[in-house]
């Protein structure tokens, strides 16, 4: 048993900024990969960020970096992402996900929990 909860999303102008957060607990406190995914609309999920909440080594996808950066809160198992200049094409439904050892997957099937969703949407 294991459950992640997402918050934090929201609308914001271009240039704006958010921060998500994901909370781990049961199972998934104790599982070190965590990631953020994103889907918009019409669209695969794809990779945002990773990070191992052990060491905490990150990844980054190319079309966020320098503009995201993951985070974490290891006493609390809370994951976050901060999002800076935000643009239009990050509209997406953003979820977290958690697995035991897959950690920096870019591949949504080698995480076995994931949260509800949280809609980020970035007007021009």
């Known amino acids: 048993q294991g459950q992640l909860v997402e918050s934090g999303g929201g609308s914001v102008q271009a240039g704006g900024s958010l921060r998500l957060s994901c909370a781990a607990s049961g199972y998934t406190y104790y599982m070190a990969c965590m990631a953020w995914f994103r889907q918009p609309l019409g669209m695969e999920r794809e990779g945002v960020a990773t990070?191992?909440?052990?060491?905490?080594?990150?990844k980054y996808a190319d079309s966020v970096k320098g503009r995201f950066t993951v985070s974490q809160d290891n006493a609390k198992k809370t994951m976050y992402l901060q999002m800076n200049s935000l643009k239009p094409e990050d509209t997406a439904m953003y979820y977290c996900?958690?697995?035991?050892?897959?950690?920096?997957?870019?591949?949504?099937?080698?995480?076995?929990?994931w949260g509800q969703g949280t809609q980020v949407t970035v007007s021009s």
């Open positions: 996900a958690a697995d035991r050892y897959r950690c920096g997957s870019w591949l949504p099937l080698n995480y076995n929990y």
């Open positions: 990070i191992n909440t052990d060491f905490g080594v990150t």
